[in-house]
């Protein structure tokens, strides 16, 4: 493995912690790892039980010549981002009571609130 893909590697993953850091996720335990066919640049797998994600980035993106740090860094806040919401999609194939969807809901935004809005807050002109 070429020492520039080792480097994304590492970048992609430290970012996805961060992320996950930033966006106050961290009642869950989230890997990353690679998949050799993928049609993304990178997806996610829940196992909700575990409170476990795997963020997966696709050996083609990372190995491509025009992968730089700022797409490594998008991504890896999309996929951070994305995976928070991994509750709703369970209860919405799921006959999930009003009051626990409300509750995930809610939970989301309170996060959001905490630890989004405070940056956010700061950029006002």
Do not use: C
């Amino acid at each position: 493995m070429k020492k520039k893909v080792k480097r994304r590697i590492k970048y992609f993953t430290k970012r996805i912690y961060f992320w996950q850091r930033t966006l106050g996720f961290t009642d869950v335990d989230i890997h990353v790892g690679q998949q050799q066919k993928m049609d993304a640049r990178a997806s996610w797998y829940s196992e909700l039980t575990a409170r476990q994600i795997s963020i997966y980035y696709s050996e083609h993106w990372i190995n491509a010549p025009d992968t730089n740090r700022d797409e490594l860094d998008k991504v890896a806040f999309h996929e951070v981002f994305e995976s928070q919401l991994y509750v709703l999609r369970v209860m919405a194939t799921d006959s999930t009571a009003e009051q626990v969807v409300d509750a995930e809901v809610h939970l989301l935004v309170q996060r959001a609130q905490n630890h989004i809005f405070p940056i956010l807050r700061g950029l006002k002109k």
